[in-house]
């Protein structure tokens, strides 16, 4: 089995300034250890040298060569070839640079606005000025440790920026990768620019819609999707809060209210909560105009034992 070979059709979208996208096939034997990396450097060092594309460490610590295989945004190192046969069922397998980057050439893309996300957040300790001349020093607690430790493994390959339709759709989301680190140091208590972490992160972890696209494609299992739920729980030691957290606020509230009262989420009753009367009156147009409400109108049973689930609130 160790010896046991399979050719492969491998398509790459290509792309240059001159000649713009198109797709190139290219074929090879691959056995059962042959990773997507692997493939590409055979492909550009046997068969075509102008193949562009970014690898480092041939073990998913670098984050470099995150693109899209078969649609799906993964690091080629961390993938093996066969692997994608056997789960799509055919000998081809479709290679892309990732989504939302600019791409500057063949699978390499611009990551400039990805670094800015990330330093926006201010992705570092800032210790306290004692530590800094050397009269203390900070130490961190087991459980503390604990909390951190997942969050601490992000390697900025972008593969969950690639996969969120947020950041896509909204520029004042900062995506799952700069919430993973921002909340890694807002959660440090050696750190001292708590607060203005707070104000950097609230707004934006608010405008995250929870489809845990970043939890499904993180090649080191630190769900940033958990990060922005954790950074919303801090929302009450805001001060000054926009008018996104405000209705977030008011939405997770609307939630706990109608949990607490019925057993379940009443979405009708939540959504006029949140939103208000007319901003639900409106949205009740645009939903029966493109055939929606019928959803809103389902008659639902009430929920037994509900003082069992009042216990498990209180």
């Given at each position: 089995m ?10 790459i ?6 000649k713009?996208?198109?797709?190139q ?5 691959v056995?059962?250890?042959?990773q997507m990396t ?8 046997e068969?075509d040298?102008?193949l562009?594309?970014r690898?480092?460490?041939?073990m998913?610590v ?6 899209k295989?078969?649609g799906e945004p993964r690091?080629a190192?961390?993938t093996?070839?066969?692997d ?7 000998n081809e397998?479709?290679?892309?640079p990732?989504d939302?980057?600019?791409v500057i050439?063949d ?7 990805f670094y800015?996300?990330m ?5 570092r300790?800032y210790?306290?000025?004692?530590v800094?001349?050397?009269k ?7 459980e ?6 997942k969050?601490e493994?992000c ?6 920026v ?5 950041v896509?759709?909204?520029?004042e989301?900062?995506?799952?990768a700069?919430h993973?680190?921002?909340y ?8 001292t620019?708590f ?5 950097i992160?609230?707004?934006s972890?608010?405008?995250c819609?929870y489809?845990?696209q970043?939890?499904?494609?993180c090649?080191?299992d630190?769900e940033p999707v ?5 950074t919303r ?5 805001l001060s000054?809060?926009t008018?996104v957290?405000?209705?977030g ?5 609307s939630?706990?209210k109608s949990?607490?009262?019925t057993g379940k989420?009443e979405?009708?009753?939540?959504y006029i909560?949140t939103?208000g009367l ?16 019928k959803?809103?109108?389902v008659?639902q049973k009430?929920?037994k034992n509900m003082?069992?689930?009042r216990?498990?609130?209180?």
């Open positions: 160790s010896e046991e070979e399979k050719e492969i059709v491998v398509k979208k290509r792309f240059s300034k001159e713009g996208s198109w797709w096939e290219y074929k090879l034997k056995d059962r250890f042959t692997e493939v590409l450097r055979r492909i550009k060092t068969q040298p102008t562009a594309y690898a480092s460490c041939h998913a670098c984050g470099s060569c995150g693109m295989i078969n690091l190192c961390k093996l070839a066969l994608m046969v056997k789960k799509y069922g055919k397998i479709a290679i892309e990732m939302f980057f600019p050439k699978l390499i893309v611009d990551w400039t606005d800015n996300r330093f926006k957040v201010k992705p300790l210790p306290s000025k004692e800094l001349e050397g203390a020093e900070h130490r961190l607690k087991p503390d440790q604990r909390e951190l430790w969050f493994q390697i900025w390959c972008g593969l969950c690639s996969a969120c339709p947020s896509k759709n909204d520029p989301f900062l995506g799952p700069a993973a680190k921002g890694r140091f807002l959660a440090d208590p050696r750190d620019i607060d203005e972490r707070l104000k992160l609230i707004d972890a608010w405008r819609t489809c845990y970043c939890f499904n494609v090649p080191r630190i958990t990060t922005i739920k954790k729980a801090y929302t009450k030691f000054e809060k008018p957290a405000l209705t606020e008011k939405h997770a509230d939630i706990a949990i607490e009262e989420i979405e009708a009753k939540v909560s939103y007319l901003t639900a009156i409106t949205d009740m147009i645009y939903a029966m105009q493109n055939g929606k409400l959803y809103a109108l008659t009430k929920v003082e069992q689930i216990k498990i609130i209180g």
